[in-house]
């Protein structure tokens, strides 16, 4: 079915006048090396626009001065890097932090590259989480990634088509109908959500399946996908800590999200035309996607 304003404001979470930080969630971002230390703060930045109460940017230990003054609203917890990437030994400092300060969603994988820490991270995690990125390119070397995930968690994937290939070892269709049978074969071997990025792009749990109309060719443009994570993740850990975190409200998020990701691109492109908006842009409108979905 199409996604529609009406449909994403039934799903949007709840703002209580009484509410306090602790009733929206906390979102642990685990992002960025050497090299891509940008998208950290663009999931970070996202997560809080869309209303999570707090987030927490786990990254590499030499970008946490920059993340942090980039934007001082979020934690920042500084990992062990090798080679510029986030190193095997911050498995146990990541398992430490979970432990003591009970983060309600997980959000890995953008801009991480190859490290080493990803599987043996993902093969003890048992937060709810949003997978994108390079954490879904860590699952597809792995000859079964189903066995990595073992089910423990409930989770949302967030591949682009190539990420998509990678994961499914094979051509990903263009057309509608073969899109939607590639998501659901992916949700059918993690047994959770699946958001295939790209024009229209489709949601489901492998058996409900949502196209999202919003979006186009304003959203092409680098760290566009790491603003979609990071708002998720906020609309999860929200939905989440209000009702159950499960594949029921991990699918209210992801529909969620991609109309408003979408709803703000078109709205940045109507002020900076489609080809001059940047990721940051496509931020910079979440409260307006808010008020253009929830007006009477």
Same mark, same amino acid.
């Given at each position: 079915m199409r996604s529609t304003r009406a449909l994403i404001k039934?799903?949007? #979470? +709840?703002?209580?006048?009484q509410a306090n930080k602790g009733m929206f969630g906390r979102v642990l971002i685990v992002a960025g090396s050497e090299k891509m230390a940008g998208a950290a703060v663009l999931c970070a930045k996202a997560v809080l626009r869309t209303g999570a109460g707090l987030a927490v940017l786990a990254l590499p230990r030499s970008r946490q001065c920059m993340a942090a003054a980039a934007l001082p609203e979020m934690l920042t917890l500084p990992l062990p890097e090798k080679n510029g990437m986030i190193s095997v030994r911050a498995v146990s400092v990541l398992e430490k932090f979970i432990q003591d300060f009970h983060p309600s969603v997980l959000l890995l994988g953008p801009g991480l590259s190859i490290a080493p820490f990803i599987i043996p991270f993902l093969k003890r995690n048992t937060l #709810? +989480?949003?997978?994108?990125a390079d954490a879904l390119n860590a699952l597809a070397s792995q000859a079964d990634f189903g066995t990595v995930l073992g089910r423990r968690f409930p989770l949302i994937c967030t591949p682009h088509p190539g990420e998509m290939k990678r994961l499914l070892k094979k051509s990903i269709p263009t057309d509608e109908g073969g899109r939607i049978r590639c998501a659901k074969s992916l949700s059918e071997q993690t047994g959770g959500i699946t958001l295939l990025k790209g024009f229209h792009t489709v949601i489901t749990d492998g058996k409900t399946v949502y196209v999202n109309p919003t979006g186009g060719p304003a959203l092409a443009k680098a760290g566009s996908g790491d603003t979609l994570g990071g708002m998720?993740?906020?609309?999860?850990?929200?939905?989440?800590?209000?009702?159950?975190?499960?594949?029921k409200?991990?699918?209210q998020a992801a529909v969620c999200g991609a109309y408003l990701h979408g709803l703000c691109g078109d709205?940045?492109?109507q002020k900076l035309t489609e080809r001059c908006v940047?990721?940051?842009d496509v931020a910079a409108e979440i409260p307006r996607a808010f008020k253009r979905i929830l007006a009477r």
């Amino acid at each position: 079915m199409r996604s529609t304003r009406a449909l994403i404001k039934s799903f949007l #979470p +709840a703002r209580p006048k009484q509410a306090n930080k602790g009733m929206f969630g906390r979102v642990l971002i685990v992002a960025g090396s050497e090299k891509m230390a940008g998208a950290a703060v663009l999931c970070a930045k996202a997560v809080l626009r869309t209303g999570a109460g707090l987030a927490v940017l786990a990254l590499p230990r030499s970008r946490q001065c920059m993340a942090a003054a980039a934007l001082p609203e979020m934690l920042t917890l500084p990992l062990p890097e090798k080679n510029g990437m986030i190193s095997v030994r911050a498995v146990s400092v990541l398992e430490k932090f979970i432990q003591d300060f009970h983060p309600s969603v997980l959000l890995l994988g953008p801009g991480l590259s190859i490290a080493p820490f990803i599987i043996p991270f993902l093969k003890r995690n048992t937060l #709810p +989480a949003v997978l994108d990125a390079d954490a879904l390119n860590a699952l597809a070397s792995q000859a079964d990634f189903g066995t990595v995930l073992g089910r423990r968690f409930p989770l949302i994937c967030t591949p682009h088509p190539g990420e998509m290939k990678r994961l499914l070892k094979k051509s990903i269709p263009t057309d509608e109908g073969g899109r939607i049978r590639c998501a659901k074969s992916l949700s059918e071997q993690t047994g959770g959500i699946t958001l295939l990025k790209g024009f229209h792009t489709v949601i489901t749990d492998g058996k409900t399946v949502y196209v999202n109309p919003t979006g186009g060719p304003a959203l092409a443009k680098a760290g566009s996908g790491d603003t979609l994570g990071g708002m998720i993740a906020g609309l999860w850990a929200q939905l989440g800590t209000a009702e159950k975190f499960d594949n029921k409200t991990a699918l209210q998020a992801a529909v969620c999200g991609a109309y408003l990701h979408g709803l703000c691109g078109d709205l940045a492109a109507q002020k900076l035309t489609e080809r001059c908006v940047l990721a940051s842009d496509v931020a910079a409108e979440i409260p307006r996607a808010f008020k253009r979905i929830l007006a009477r």
